[in-house]
């Protein structure tokens, strides 16, 4: 198999799990909205949407996980045609600000799920506010590095 046949290969499943991830975090959005609709409704419901959210979050830190892994290759490839150009090096740094925006958003999901299961009474709207910020932030870093890869620049 020649290099840039792994090339392509890695090239793939790069972008496979990045839309995979980008129609998730979509669902996932769509699914939240519903979720505070009911968050003081119902219960039930409520702990239903969750798990739903929680599913997403779970295939999207994998789709996430495995876009990283599968662009690492690829940089390991081609890392001279591409690495110094300046939009591949934004898009990384966009990348590493979703991976810490994931973090933060995993952390307020926790105090959500604390608080369905009663053990914390924190401010629902708190977390709402938090939750969508980070989901809308993300939406646009994915956007922008769509951009990005249609759009190149140095």
């Given at each position: 198999?020649?290099?840039?046949?792994?090339?392509?290969?890695?090239?793939?499943?790069?972008?496979?799990?990045?839309?995979?991830f980008?129609?998730?975090?979509?669902?996932?959005?769509i699914?939240?909205?519903q979720?505070?609709?009911?968050?003081?409704?119902?219960?039930?419901?409520?702990?239903?949407?969750?798990?739903?959210?929680?599913?997403?979050?779970?295939?999207?830190?994998?789709?996430l996980?495995?876009?990283?892994?599968?662009?690492?290759?690829?940089?390991?490839?081609?890392?001279?045609v591409?690495?110094?150009q300046?939009w591949?090096?934004v898009?990384?740094?966009?990348?590493?600000v979703?991976?810490?925006?994931?973090?933060?958003?995993?952390r307020?999901?926790?105090?959500?799920?604390?608080?369905?299961?009663?053990?914390?009474?924190?401010?629902?709207?708190?977390?709402?506010?938090k939750?969508s910020?980070y989901q809308?932030?993300q939406?646009?870093?994915?956007?922008g590095?769509?951009?990005?890869?249609?759009?190149?620049?140095?």
């Open positions: 198999m020649t290099p840039h046949s792994v090339y392509l290969i890695f090239l793939i499943l790069h972008l496979t799990a990045f839309a995979l980008t129609g998730t975090l979509i669902a996932n959005l699914n939240n909205n979720l505070w609709q009911y968050s003081e409704k119902d219960l039930t419901i409520t702990k239903a949407l969750f798990q739903t959210t929680d599913r997403y979050n779970k295939i999207m830190a994998a789709s996980g495995i876009a990283l892994v599968m662009g690492i290759l690829m940089m390991t490839q081609m890392h001279k591409y690495g110094a300046t591949m090096r898009k990384i740094a966009l990348v590493l979703i991976v810490v925006i994931r973090v933060l958003y995993s307020n999901v926790n105090k959500f799920k604390k608080r369905l299961a009663g053990e914390t009474s924190i401010s629902m709207s708190d977390v709402k506010k939750v910020l809308l932030v939406i646009i870093l994915v956007a590095i769509i951009v990005l890869s249609v759009c190149r620049f140095n």
